[in-house]
């Protein structure tokens, strides 16, 4: 599955988007690069909102844009969701969830206001209007009436920038839910790394105009340089179950050959899938089991790769015994008097404040 875009769009006299791509579709893919960089505009194309002569625009097998053809946005089947909602705001929220559902063919269907509404939590506002909403309310609905149209893709230029940390929490789970259980791609445009560690299946960089490299975003983390983290260098992401709270105030995280404990501050109970982001700073490698020390969370790895990363300072690449990427980031000397190699097995510790979920 993929999306290919070919276009040259000329916004003004010192900018233009030039792009020459194609891109995987699956999961959330993070539109990420300076301000004025281009991010919006691409989104604009891909939605058919800019008209742009000899642009090649294709969706899965279909040719939105190609030799003179030319799809507008309804025939696209996309859902746009920008930050600032364009919702109805004289009528209530069921009337804005089934103003998109009333004009999309029956056929098309995929998507019915009950359930979209009960994904999303906004079951209890049906009958509110729009201006008696919070703002995190109001994304929701958004994007809910977005949904609607049983929509093929979802492009989200910054759907949460107008929102307080809580509000951003509380939608994140929504978007993640979309794009796994009903298998519609997202394309969001973002400038916080920390939601792009939290949704993002991959990492589109753009810079001037370009798209200078699309990355899984495993292996966007795991560079010691990656503009995602200019000052906090190498990062990974464990994947796992977390479990319910025990009586010290922690909870597991992943399978038995491979537990953490995670404090459960802030969270709730219910058994989980989530996504925990560690700085490889925040991992040091040790050659026998540390019984005797305060980090309470380490792990068996095993050594796959060590790359120098500044000068007297190396990211040492590990497996888990779940098979997930691990990196360490500790000093050459360290290296060197371990005797590090790829294959070696070791125990990786993790200062418990980098385990915050
Ligand atoms: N309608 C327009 N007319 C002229 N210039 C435009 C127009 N729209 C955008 N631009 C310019 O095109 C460039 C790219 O804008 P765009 O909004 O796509 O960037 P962006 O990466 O989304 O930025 P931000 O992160 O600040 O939202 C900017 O230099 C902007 O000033």
């Not at 098309?108 to 703002?135: F, K, Y």
Request: charged share 25%; with cysteine; proline share 6%.
């Amino acid at each position: 599955m993929s999306l290919r875009i070919r276009a040259k769009l000329r916004l003004s006299s010192n900018f233009e988007l030039n792009v020459n791509h194609t891109f995987p579709l699956s999961g959330v893919i993070a539109l990420f690069g300076r301000s004025g960089c281009g991010k919006t505009s691409l989104l604009r194309l891909i939605a058919g909102l800019e008209r742009v002569k000899e642009a090649e625009i294709r969706f899965r097998d279909q040719v939105w844009q190609y030799d003179g053809h030319f799809q507008p946005l309804h025939r696209r089947r996309i859902g746009l969701v920008f930050q600032e909602h364009s919702l109805l705001p004289h009528l209530s929220v069921r009337d804005n969830l089934l103003y998109g559902y009333r004009r999309t063919p029956s056929k098309l269907r995929r998507m019915h206001p009950n359930n979209v509404a009960a994904m999303l939590g906004i079951d209890a506002l049906l009958d509110r209007r729009i201006d008696q909403l919070s703002g995190g309310q109001r994304q929701r609905v958004s994007l809910g009436r977005a949904l609607m149209i049983s929509p093929q893709l979802l492009l989200l230029d910054e759907p949460m920038a107008a929102l307080d940390e809580q509000a951003k929490r509380d939608l994140m789970p929504f978007l993640s839910r979309i794009a796994a259980e009903f298998e519609i791609p997202i394309i969001m445009v973002s400038h916080s790394p920390s939601e792009i560690e939290r949704l993002a299946d991959w990492v589109v960089f753009m810079r001037d105009g370009r798209i200078e490299a699309v990355e899984p975003l495993k292996e966007a983390l795991a560079k010691p340089d990656s503009p995602l983290f200019n000052d906090s260098g190498a990062a990974f992401i464990l994947e796992g179950a977390l479990g319910p709270t025990n009586s010290d105030g922690f909870r597991p995280f992943g399978p038995p050959e491979a537990r953490l404990w995670v404090s459960s501050l802030d969270h709730s109970d219910e058994s989980s899938s989530t996504r925990l982001t560690i700085q490889a700073r925040d991992v040091s490698l040790s050659l026998i089991e540390p019984t005797q020390t305060s980090i309470q969370n380490h792990l068996p790895v095993t050594v796959e790769r060590i790359d120098a990363s500044t000068v007297h300072r190396a990211v040492v690449a590990c497996r888990t015994n779940d098979d997930q990427l691990l990196l360490a980031e500790i000093t050459s000397r360290a290296v060197h008097q371990l005797q590090l190699e790829p294959g070696q097995s070791v125990f990786a510790l993790i200062k418990s404040g980098a385990l915050l979920p």
